[in-house]
């Protein structure tokens, strides 16, 4: 490969070599010509190359840096399908720029994916335009969004992604496969957006009663609810939870059940 300038950390680039590994990926995909796919950092195009070989509907490709961008308008340009925006993905997600049915394909930057995740999670309009997210995490990461209660890697993470997703992993990927070399591995997951769920008025109360239960993540619950609750014990009581346990020993239906009780009471 040959580079503009050397690649940003601050960008998270660290861009896939690995042939076999992107085939690999794009099969996932199952990208037919009727799909509208986008591009989370499409960096120099190594996934972009495969995506458009299947010769989808549209392919848009969100890439913050400009340079890159400007790379790839190039690269791309007799490729009438192709659109590359110049964005952060963080700002182009809240828009309402799709209808429906899109795939959303990414090696995500490492330092901002678990913010594109939730972002993607918190959509107002639910379901969402996309039916399927194909996203790649460092190993560390998507073991905490694979989680299940009782374990160490157990959190809010796996709590918010749970509420809204189902979740699937791929395969880890070696930090061989990358050029720079990352420090860590790396784990394709994919997610679906579920069609039944408990609704929550507003999905921040749920960041919001995960962000206190987990503040102390080896102690006991009952302070952190009774926090939480405003010291109103009735309302504690009524959920029935058994406030010695810790919260890594809550199952995710605790945590909504308990986010649709706070959002009753107080809004
Ligand atoms: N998909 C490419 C590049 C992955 S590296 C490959 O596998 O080779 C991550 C890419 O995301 C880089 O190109 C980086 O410039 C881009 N990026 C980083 N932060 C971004 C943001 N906030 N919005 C959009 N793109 C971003």
Partial sequence: MNFL????KSLG?????DKNIIKKIIKIG???KNKTILEIGPGYGNLTNYIIEKNPKKIFAIEKD????LFLKNKFKNVNNFNVINEDILNFIGKRFFSSGVTVLGNLPYNISTQILASLILLPKWPPWYETLILMFQKEVADRILAKTNSKEFGRLAVLCNWRLEIKKHFNISSNSFFPIPKVNSTILSFKPK???INLKNPYNLEMVTRI????????????????????????NELKIDLKKRPEELSCETFYKIAVKYENLFG
């Fill in 5 to 8: 300038y050397f690649p940003k």
């Fill in 13 to 17: 680039q660290n861009f896939l070599t």
């Fill in 66 to 69: 400009k340079k890159l961008f």
């Fill in 195 to 197: 069609r039944s769920f």
């Fill in 30 to 32: 199952n990208i037919t």
């Fill in 213 to 236: 239960l987990f503040s102390s993540r080896r102690k006991i619950i009952k302070k952190n609810l009774l926090k939480l609750f405003k010291n109103n014990i009735s309302a504690v």
